[in-house]
């Protein structure tokens, strides 16, 4: 179905709304997704305050041409639609997590990351990264572990005198 010339300048007029106001854009790839298996990708997207916006190719090259990213963008094929957010890893991140149940379905092709075209590889190494709160848990395991252990020796060694 065709889209008139004042439709697309909306489409594409909101996309370079979103595309400003995100930090970090995933291509996705959704050939073959059911209306139900959209709807729990929205909304688990939603729940991350990811957004998610599906729009013909050609538009979002368009819009994508106005930004003045770096490098080259990633091939866009298939039915493509864009995750974004103001958190730089949420949208990789949770593309991931839903592709890992319905990966035939659920591809990432690519993205925008820190104002630069990324590939699909780059784009599975960023949502590899934890979320801030498991970072923050890491962190303090791992200064807490010395004074765990050191606690350990010295519990050892007032046994040994005891």
Known sequence: MAISKEKKGEIISKMKGVLADAKSVVFVNFH???????????SS?????????????TLIKRALGE???KGELPELDGEVALAYGVDELA???????????HGEHVQMLGGMF???YMNKSE???IAAIPGMLTLRAQFVN????PIQRFA??????AKSKA
């Open 142 to 145: 791992l200064i807490n572990s």
């Open 114 to 116: 820190s104002g630069a």
């Open 67 to 69: 930004q003045g990213y």
């Open 152 to 157: 350990v020796v010295i519990d050892a060694i």
């Open 123 to 125: 784009m599975g190494e």
């Open 45 to 57: 997207l939603r729940k991350e305050n990811v957004g998610y916006m599906v729009a013909k190719k």
């Open 32 to 42: 073959g997704l059911t209306v139900a298996e959209e709807r729990e990708l929205r």
């Open 91 to 101: 949208p990789a991140r949770e593309v991931a997590n839903f592709a890992k149940t």
